[in-house]
């Protein structure tokens, strides 16, 4: 059931309809519950007890991580008229060592299970170097849609909770949270916090919310359908065929993937919170116009921004943050970005993905060291001059490992790379790709990237320079259009999302 389908619209009126004619909030939840559950069995029936498995694991988890804190122990105590001085510091003697034994096993059950899936064909291989005896032997278990986003929810929620938020008190909200369709594939990943006072509200959405939500889900059919999947296609006959292309078509197909990853995976969200936005329910945005960052760490707080807070808060504060020293930070950099890698893929490409952005980070964090040392380049950073070359050098470290996430076997990414300068395309190519698959030259898939990146220019001075929004009338006028737009421009049997293989 694929977001820009029309099975897809007409699931979401069915539970639209379904949902806010029910006023009492536990069949409401009831009815997130079912339909995640009908949702998720389009895709991957197979799996859906797996999920609901973990759904209740977790929620016991975070239950027993509360049930052994010191509060509530000290509480029980009080209760019973025990509350000596040695008796509360016998309790803080015990309860963070039980605590953190229930955490350990939280994390280690969400991403053994996580490790198990992503990487079963490695594993395997491991295995057959030290067993002879199972000769050519290999297994591949299928990977579970969403496993990526729903472990990593599971472990921030069981961490939140260790550090003292409360733990969810009702199975039913939980599940709902937990199982919520728009982000139940690929995200945003979302704390059960953010989201669960939510489903206390009973109240219908205004008509401008209502739009609000539409308009979101028109803009992200637009992104995916329109933009992202029309350059799927010339970066997949350019990358599929990257022996006979040449150094301008590799680039073209370079900056044209980056632009397809944007595109799409902003679209998918888009889609996602407008839906839930339709059923009241607010889920946090995942991108702010990346591709105008200046520096790699200003990207990573753009781009993907809910993997972005979840690796700061779960990996690098608990590692030392920057508050242990230059070299200390720039190893904690490294080592995140690393685990972001491997968490995208088994294969080497996305090793190296990652650490070409951790190493840009460490570069980053030295340059702002020396620079806030010496006058004149704390000046020159903030001159225009410095602006434009900080967002050049960020978008072509960006760009350029690109290559490695689209094309994560080193021998394809390693032959691009080194085709990026000096190479000529074969003649073929130019016929087959350009003139014949799509109609096309150069030239005009070029204007094309520029005038897409123009557009993101626009809608950036509109939205956080002069703070000008559509009214909902317009965006209710232009919802029809979008759509519209979609069925004439879409390319016929529309790309898979991107993020769907992670």
Known sequence: MKFTSVLYGLFLVIVLITYWNIKQPKFRLWTIIISSIVFYASWDVQYIPLMVVLTFINFRLGLEIAENSASNNYSKKNNNNQN???????IEADWNPNRLKILALGICLNVGLLLVF??????????????????????KLGIPLGIS??????????????RGVPPADNLLKFASY????????????????????????????????????????????????????NLGIFVELCFNNAQRAGSTDLWLATFAYGFQLYLDFNGYVDIARGSALLLGLVLPENFDFPYLSSSIADFWRRWHI??????????????????????????????????????????????VWGGTHGIALCIHRVTDVVSNNFKILRLFWHHPLGIILAWLLTQLTVFISWIWFRLPRIEDSALVMGNLWGYTADVQFIEKVYM?????????????????????????????????ELRWQLKLVFVPLCFYAVWL??????LPYIYFDF
């Open 84 to 90: 000596s001085d040695q008796d509360i510091k016998n």
């Open 118 to 139: 992503k990487y079963s064909t490695i594993l395997s291989q491991w295995i057959l170097r030290w067993d002879i005896t199972l000769e050519n032997a290999s297994f």
């Open 149 to 162: 986003f729903f472990t990593f929810e599971n472990i921030a929620y069981l961490i939140d909770v260790y």
């Open 178 to 229: 937990k199982l919520f369709f728009p982000k139940l594939i690929s995200g945003p990943i979302t704390r059960y916090h953010q989201i669960s006072w939510q489903f206390d509200q009973t109240k219908i959405n205004h008509i401008h919310i209502r739009t609000e939500g539409l308009w979101l889900i028109a803009r992200g059919a637009v992104k995916k359908g329109v933009l992202a999947d």
């Open 306 to 351: 809910t993997l972005g807070d979840w690796l700061r808060n779960y990996l690098y504060f608990p590692l030392g943050g920057s508050r242990r020293g230059l070299l200390r930070t720039c190893f904690n950099l490294l080592i995140v970005m690393l685990i972001a890698g491997i968490w995208h893929g088994s294969a080497w490409g996305f090793l």
């Open 436 to 468: 014949e698959a799509l109609n096309t030259s150069p030239n005009q898939v070029l204007w094309g990237l520029i005038l897409i990146f123009v557009f993101m220019i626009v809608a950036y001075v509109f939205k956080r320079k002069l703070h000008l």
């Open 489 to 494: 421009l879409a390319p016929q049997g529309s």
